[in-house]
């Protein structure tokens, strides 16, 4: 309980991540899909009230069941893009790290995909792809793991200094199993202090996708892309854009207050 | 990097002492801190920034001032900007057309309301040989923009350009060249590659195409129009941004030979476009293109000081300087339109009741605008018109024939047909903006019927009979359903709802039949139907002329452009379609297309949703205008606006 | 090593690093399954003759295998060809040219923005550590962040152009670079491209106001993706520095904290935040899209999101290796600088 004394904002945070998270988890077990394809034109953007909490979107649905089951959705999405960005970052980098061979030619893909803006290279992966949640997670995953690698990369190399792992190689423990048994579990402390923020950040990535007209159409919800459709309705409807941008931006925002305690915990180096 | 001794250092962006490296003038420097410096450079930045600050407030002011524009400017909003405006090029973009229809004139033209075309920039016309040659007598003393002399010869430049350019994007491929053989001018079928006839751009395929005659200079202000076959729309075509006449001298003054072989006549090279023209403009028309700016996309036209005045020499444009801005984003055109800040500004349909009131239109039929001095143009029974359409032969996508044909069978077709709430489309998607019609043609169409019967009407029970029937044929009950896919274009939001009420009403009938609504990307959208691929698809499509040919050809003949995808084809309508070509008396051709549509929509290959009733772009966005701009008045050849009829007050 | 051989080798990576580019976006253009190749270098809806098609297909080399292609594309790249956009009607790489200076002013602002907010609010959290000013700067700027960049940018639209104006206030401009009435009455002669560089050049004072005035609110909505980790960074480096034994004996010599603080412990705090200003362009080139499309700044985001809306691959395509291309030039650019600062670098 000292922790959440001194560091309430995280605290905070992280109690209102854990609360969207339940509400996406049962979000699909309360809501039947089937309000996504419940078109009533004579409700149609409708102003909140007693029955539609957050008002009717432009095809006559409930925007709260509509909010609350794309935040099943998003969540899955941005958390899923982040395990796999992690996952993959994580074993190239120990591999460039550890490995002196691999470790040019490794960096340089790297630094290739580190060239290119996030929204940018994602953009162009969606736009070959073509629009679905699975194509911009795989978009936004090509897009985020280099920044994993190299912070592993980072960590590897000093943890390669240390005594322990030159006693265990004499003592004839592979690469290997030295990188996965050894090293990624002792240097994953910037990759614990960068994923938070990331999440929220993937979130805003995808709204921003959805913007720019990369969205999965209004059959999946998901936060950006109701945002993105109800752009064109802003003042006779503001609901539209309210309620979801604002499911995002506390779910970001919760995340970046964890994420910021994170980095402070868990990496100093990044002080400087 | 900072070296921990506390001493001085240079500073690597900015600093005076990096080697090399001299701020480049006007270049911000980043840190103005230097090393030793005296006085505490904390406040030099404090100092600036208030500096910088008042500035900006002036600068606000100033540009809150400058909002304001001169009584004798005009600002317009569009939500899509000019790509080109030379008048061979061209076709879906209004403002394309509206920069065209401003700055170029025609032989015949529209009297302010009228939709009869009356001489123009021509005193007169002959028609003979059954409407296959056309004699023009040219108004004298007209001048171009440039302050060459508008005559025979610049006619005669203007389609021949036309013709022998050949764009794909333009009017070659419709008007002077035709869509079907043997063409509209004589010899600019055969030329033309658009449809595969054409061989080659090479000089011999031009000289045969000048051989041929289609246009004829007989005396400096005497022009003969030689025509393939009897062509009943010429005159309407001619009246259309498509006959605008270009200076030659200025487009000559710009063009260069071609270096790779193609064929050419002096001005203008077979098949290629002319990158000079594709942004600038100099015509006979009121006002003359004075900036094109192609980042922004953002036109400014200024008053033609020279212009002739018209045929009643009365035409004075009274707005000097017109400005088009491309502005991407609604909410910024309605907020500049709410401040004040603009004369014009495009608003989406369904944006609508931002600026008039919602019950006022939909139950009373009153445009009562919301926002203070704005007005509403309609409504009008606007060249646009919405429906949807079953593919009779469903392809796979290697170009082999579905299995499932479900539209083959034309109880299908009035079953789909059936669930189809167009009044419910037409209040809830389009706001009330569409009014219903009988055929593919709007009722201020030539040939127009409104007796005309469609053999189907909202009727669910009617449809789920028709579908439980025909399923027992076509192979899908409850118990064996079938998927069947509805696409739309992912960019056009009206699509997808219309899409998800007929999806929705047909999977509740529960007769076997799965509906799937996809939204495509535009190009996906385009390649689907375009390939046959899909069996249900939403469309909307606008008419350059207020002649029915183009729909006519397109709706009920077998070549005919949506006919085509839809596999379509009714051999008698065909005829009929050749019959009324060419008639040139109105009544009769007008009782030749009744048949012909009634023919059609016995059919029912399509479902008419609605004619589009407000004043604006045909992608749904209605222009709006402040109360201060008057002289508005509605053509249905008009895209966008004639400035020379407006003022400001 | 000298400094000469160092910018070569790091000219030399980094070229590698642009190769590398090429190849995942010539991957992009051409090499995905299921994808036809010809499609992004037709205009749909459009008739074209199968003869059309398949002569079109010789002339891109698409009938090759790929690495043929590849050659014959980068072949074009090098010569400038970068292929045709429709959405632009012109080629690539010149509607990127013409629309970059506007960009660049935009991103330039931003960042410059971003530093002379963030820096004394990084500063103000550091010297009041987990105290109320402390909490309050960071709050606000992960704020900044969390805001979807489109809904940030009506809002400022409503505030500052709109209500401001029904006030009757002064307000600022929610669209376009320039004052189309002002550029009419005092044209400006395009030098450089930067609007603001070109009219105190010719000293055309008005256009100078209202370009300025125009860029405030997209520079600020764009300014705010970067600000939070400027002012993240910045406190930390302040307390490190803080923390140093020079700060204790300038104290002990008995400066007063503010002297302190700006003289000695700034200078040497704010090295960090200069070094991502660098990475933080790169960002706010991809946030330029969307900041571009609201506030319709004709830059290279609006047009490449203009390519999207059109399915116009070759400009995307051709949009991200530009984009790539540049942020290797800024980055060599820090490099080079860095190995003129500081001789450690060259190792």
């Given at each position: 309980m000292t922790w959440v004394r001194r560091n309430k904002l995280a605290a905070a945070g992280l109690l209102i991540f854990v609360a969207i998270v339940v509400v996406g988890a049962i979000a699909p077990l309360a809501i039947s899909a089937s309000v996504v394809r419940n078109v009533q034109f004579a409700d149609?953007?409708?102003?909140?009230d007693a029955t539609h909490w957050f008002g009717t979107d432009d095809y006559g649905r409930d925007l709260f069941s509509m909010v609350l089951l794309a935040a099943n959705l998003d969540l899955r999405a941005a958390l899923s893009v982040v395990v796999a960005a992690v996952a993959i970052g994580v074993v190239i980098g120990a591999l460039a790290g550890f490995i002196e061979r691999l470790d040019e030619p490794l960096m340089r893909v790297t630094d290739v995909f580190l060239s290119i803006p996030s929204l940018v290279l994602a953009m162009a992966i969606a736009s070959v792809l073509g629009r679905s949640i699975q194509n911009l997670s795989i978009a936004l995953v090509f897009v985020s793991w280099p920044i994993y690698c190299r912070l592993m990369r980072g960590q590897v190399l000093i943890e390669k200094r240390k005594p322990y792992v030159r006693a265990l190689t004499t003592l004839g423990v592979g690469h290997m199993r030295m990188i996965f048994r050894h090293i990624i579990p002792n240097t994953l402390a910037p990759v614990v202090a960068r994923a938070p923020a990331d999440v929220g950040l993937i979130l805003i990535t995808m709204a921003a996708l959805s913007y720019i007209?990369?969205?999965?159409?209004?059959?999946v919800p998901e936060w950006g892309s109701l945002v993105a459709a109800g752009q064109a309705y802003i003042f006779q409807a503001p609901w539209l854009v309210v309620f979801p941008g604002a499911a995002i931006f506390i779910t970001s925002l919760s995340l970046n207050l964890v994420g910021d305690w994170a980095r402070d915990a868990f990496d100093p180096r990044l002080r400087s | 990097m900072r070296i921990a001794d506390g001493g001085e250092y240079a500073l690597p962006i900015g600093g005076r002492h990096g080697r090399n490296w001299q701020p480049g003038r006007g270049a911000v420097q980043v840190n103005p801190m230097g090393p030793g410096t005296e006085d505490a450079p904390h406040h030099r930045l404090g100092r600036r920034a208030v500096l910088g600050m008042s500035v900006s407030v002036a600068a606000a002011t100033l540009a809150g001032r400058a909002i304001a524009a001169p009584s004798n400017t005009l600002v317009w909003d569009i939500a899509a900007g000019p790509q080109y405006v030379d008048p061979v090029m061209g076709t879906a973009a209004q403002a394309n057309v509206m920069v065209v229809q401003n700055v170029y004139e025609r032989l015949v033209w529209y009297d302010?309301?009228?939709?009869t075309p009356i001489p123009w920039l021509a005193k007169s016309w002959k028609v003979a040989d059954n409407g296959q040659r056309y004699v023009f007598e040219l108004l004298q003393g007209i001048k171009f923009q440039d302050g060459t002399d508008f005559n025979a010869q610049a006619v005669k430049f203007s389609f021949d350009r036309a013709v022998l350019m050949d764009d794909p994007t333009g009017i070659g491929s419709f008007f002077p060249t035709g869509t079907a053989a043997p063409g509209i001018l004589k010899g600019a079928w055969g030329f033309s590659k658009s449809f595969g006839i054409g061989k080659d751009y090479s000089q011999s395929a031009v000289d045969v195409y000048m051989a041929a005659g289609g246009v004829k200079v007989l005396g400096p202000y005497t022009v003969e129009f030689n025509l393939a076959q009897p062509y009943a729309s010429f005159i309407a075509d001619i009246a259309t941004f498509m006959g605008s006449i270009v200076s030659p001298s200025y487009v000559m003054a710009h063009w260069k030979q071609p270096a790779d072989g193609r064929g050419f006549i002096s001005g203008a090279t077979a098949g290629a476009r002319d990158d000079w023209m594709l942004y600038h403009a100099c015509g006979t028309g009121p006002y003359e293109l004075a900036t094109f700016d192609k980042a922004t996309a953002n036109i400014v036209m200024r008053a033609n000081?020279?212009?002739?005045?018209?045929p009643q020499g009365k035409i004075r444009p009274k707005l000097q300087t017109v400005i088009v801005r491309t502005t991407l984003d609604q909410a910024t055109r309605l907020l500049d339109l709410k401040a004040g800040a603009v004369d014009v500004a495009d608003i989406n349909t369904a944006a609508i009741f931002d600026v008039i009131d919602k019950n006022k239109w939909l139950n009373d039929g009153n445009i009562a605008p919301i926002i203070a001095d704005v007005s509403v143009p309609g409504p009008f029974p606007w060249l646009t018109i919405y429906f949807a359409k079953m593919n009779e032969k469903i392809q796979n996508p290697d170009g082999s024939p579905a299995a499932f044909q479900p539209f083959a069978d034309i109880r299908v077709r009035k079953a789909f047909a059936g669930v189809l709430d167009n009044a419910d489309v037409r209040r809830n998607v389009f706001n009330g903006f569409a009014e219903p019609i009988t055929?593919?043609?709007?009722?201020?169409?030539?040939?127009?019927?409104?007796k005309l019967t469609k053999s189907y009407s909202y009727d669910p029970a009617e449809a789920k009979k028709l579908l439980l029937e025909a399923g027992k044929d076509l192979g899908f009950s409850e118990d064996h359903p079938k998927e069947m896919d509805i696409i739309y274009n992912a960019a056009a939001p009206w699509q997808g709802y219309i899409a998800t009420q007929v999806a929705a009403n047909i999977s509740g009938l529960d007769v076997g039949l799965k509906m799937n609504v996809k939204a495509l990307s535009f190009t996906e959208y385009v390649n689907s139907w375009r390939s046959k691929l899909t069996g249900f698809s939403i469309h909307s499509t606008f008419s350059l002329t207020p002649d029915p040919n183009s729909w006519l050809s397109a709706f009920g003949t077998g070549a005919g452009f949506w006919a085509r995808t839809s596999s379509y084809d009714n051999p008698k309508a065909d005829a009929l379609y050749t019959q009324q070509f060419q008639t040139l008396d109105p009544k009769q051709r007008a009782a030749l297309i009744a048949q012909m549509m009634q023919l059609v929509n016995n059919d029912m290959d399509w479902v008419w949703i609605g004619a589009a009733t407000a004043y604006g772009q045909p992608t749904f966005n209605p222009n709006v205008l402040r109360s201060s701009v008057k002289g508005f008045y509605y053509n249905p050849t008009y895209q966008g606006f004639y400035f020379a009829a407006l003022w400001k007050e | 090593m000298g400094f000469l051989a160092y910018v070569i080798k790091r000219l030399l990576l980094l070229s590698l690093v642009l190769l590398g580019v090429s190849i995942v976006v010539f991957f992009l253009l051409r090499g995905m399954?299921?994808?036809?190749?010809?499609a992004a270098y037709i205009t749909p809806g459009l008739p074209i003759s199968p003869d059309a098609l398949n002569s079109l297909r010789k002339e891109l080399h698409l009938d090759q295998p790929l690495p043929v292609q590849y050659y014959y594309y980068m072949n074009g790249l090098l010569h400038g060809d970068w292929g045709y956009s429709r959405t632009a009607t012109q080629d690539v790489l010149w509607a990127l040219l013409e629309r970059l200076p506007a960009t660049i002013e935009l991103a330039f602002t931003a960042v410059l923005l971003s530093i002379l907010l963030g820096v004394p609010a990084g500063v103000i959290a550091a010297l009041r550590k987990d105290r109320v000013p402390d909490l309050a700067v960071r709050v606000v700027s992960i704020t900044g962040i969390s805001f979807p960049v489109f809904w940030l940018g009506i809002i400022l639209q409503l505030v500052f152009f709109y209500y401001l104006g029904q006030l009757g206030l002064p307000h600022l401009p929610a669209r376009g670079r320039v004052d189309e009435l002002v550029a009419l009455e005092y044209p400006l002669q395009p030098i450089t491209g930067f609007y603001l560089i070109d009219s105190l050049i010719e000293g055309n004072l008005p256009f100078f106001f209202s370009a300025l005035a125009h860029l405030v609110l997209p520079a600020f909505a764009l300014s705010l993706i970067s600000m939070a980790s400027v002012v993240r960074i910045m406190r930390a480096s302040m307390l490190e520095v803080l923390r140093q034994d020079y700060i204790l004996l300038a104290r002990s010599k008995g400066l007063p904290a503010r002297v302190v603080v700006i003289r000695h412990a700034l200078r040497n705090a704010i090295t960090p935040v200069l070094t991502t200003a660098g990475t933080t362009l790169g960002i706010l080139l991809g946030g330029a899209v969307v900041v571009e499309t609201v506030f319709s700044w004709p830059g290279v985001g609006q047009l490449a999101a203009q390519g999207i809306l059109n399915d116009d691959s070759v400009l995307v395509v051709g949009f991200t290796l530009f984009v790539a291309a540049m942020m290797v030039m800024v980055n060599l650019a820090v490099d080079v600088l860095y190995a003129i600062v500081d001789p450690r670098v060259r190792y």
């Open positions: 149609k953007l409708t102003a909140p007209g990369f969205g999965p159409g209004p059959y | 302010g309301a009228g939709q000081p020279h212009y002739w005045g018209g055929w593919g043609l709007t009722p201020a169409q030539l040939g127009y019927d409104p | 399954p299921g994808v036809d190749p010809l």
